[in-house]
């Protein structure tokens, strides 16, 4: 009877784990200005402390299945815990205009310009170095859309005119597949944003490039591509409420529902705006009382077990404790 009362208790303490988890399930890192790392639970906003940096700090990728943050400072990679901000290791990549993860954490893609040299993540050593044929003027930015595909954020130079536009790239070859080549453009120069993406049904993913034009104007690329790489839909669109500095730039990175997209605001806090995956209509937004770096930033997410799956969590280890009682 009392090993049945221990079971019950451990049952309903793991379930009442689900209920926490419903309310909060991701962690935003951000850089900012002050040489730190901002942790935040974009789903109820609350900040979660922040972990020291390198100055100069621009870009973030984090391995979830490590708990590694890989992070550009200084031509710089500093591997660090992103739960105690432990230093592990550093190594020197030279200038990046944006760095990605693969999904497996294994490979460490740099990016300068439509150069990318493709290294091993833990040690830094150079795998290859390729160019990207991307079919449209600079290449900016780019991000996994999958562990074989690649997105990425390009200027478009048709004439006097400039755009903001994504295209996919095959993640092995770089080879170019399909292509946004419409909408909205400004007659000044524009400025790439971190990439970012949202997965939808049927495998196709929303791919959504921030430009930010001298004049302070913001146009936002925003393509559909298959599971193939192939662009199936595509046109551009404006946020507003961000500031008009030109100095200050923007990036989306994933949600559950579909994306964040961060930058600075008029009063140069930071804001975070979440945007639905498919109607791409306004789901929260939040602001925060610290400063972003100048230029182009990455900030990244780790996004956690949905609710139910931590149900299943609790329940697994009930039930594994339950069996291992009885053979006891």
């Given at each position: ?298 900030p990244s997410i780790v996004v956690a077990p949905e609710p139910g799956t931590m149900i299943a969590l609790g329940l697994g280890l009930a039930g594994i404790v339950a069996r291992r009682r009885r053979r006891g």
């Open positions: 009877m009392l090993r049945k009362l221990r079971f019950t208790s451990l049952a309903l303490g793991l379930l009442g784990l689900a209920p926490a988890a419903m309310a909060s399930y991701e962690l935003l890192m951000i850089p900012a200005a002050d040489k730190t790392i901002r942790r935040i639970d974009p789903i109820s906003g609350v900040s979660l402390g922040s972990l020291g940096t390198p100055a100069g700090t621009k870009f973030i990728q984090a391995d979830k299945s490590s708990g590694v943050a890989y992070v550009y400072a200084q031509n710089s990679i500093f591997r660090q815990y992103y739960s105690t901000g432990e230093r592990l290791n550093t190594y020197n990549v030279g200038n990046a205009t944006d760095i990605a993860l693969s999904p497996d954490g294994s490979t460490l893609l740099v990016m300068n310009g439509t150069t990318i040299s493709r290294r091993n993540a833990l040690t830094g050593s150079v795998i290859s170095t390729q160019t990207l044929t991307a079919p449209y003027g600079t290449a900016a930015s780019l991000t996994y859309l999958s562990p074989t595909l690649l997105g990425v954020g390009s200027r478009w130079m048709p004439g006097s005119f400039e755009y903001p536009v994504a295209s996919s790239a095959d993640a092995s070859t770089l080879a170019s597949i399909g292509a946004f080549g419409a909408g909205s453009g400004r007659n000044s120069p524009v400025t790439i944003g971190k990439v970012g993406f949202a997965s939808l049904a049927d495998g196709r993913s929303r791919v959504l490039v921030p430009g930010r034009f001298s004049d302070g104007g913001i146009i936002f690329g925003n393509t559909v591509f298959n599971s193939a790489g192939i662009n199936v839909s595509a046109f551009s669109f404006t946020v507003f409420g961000f500031s008009t500095d030109s100095t200050k730039q923007l990036a989306v990175v994933p949600s559950h529902s579909g994306f964040y997209v961060i930058g600075a605001d008029p009063a140069n806090n930071t804001r975070v705006l979440e945007l639905d995956g498919e109607t791409l209509v306004v789901l929260s937004e939040r602001t925060y009382g610290f400063a972003l770096p100048d230029g182009r930033f990455a």
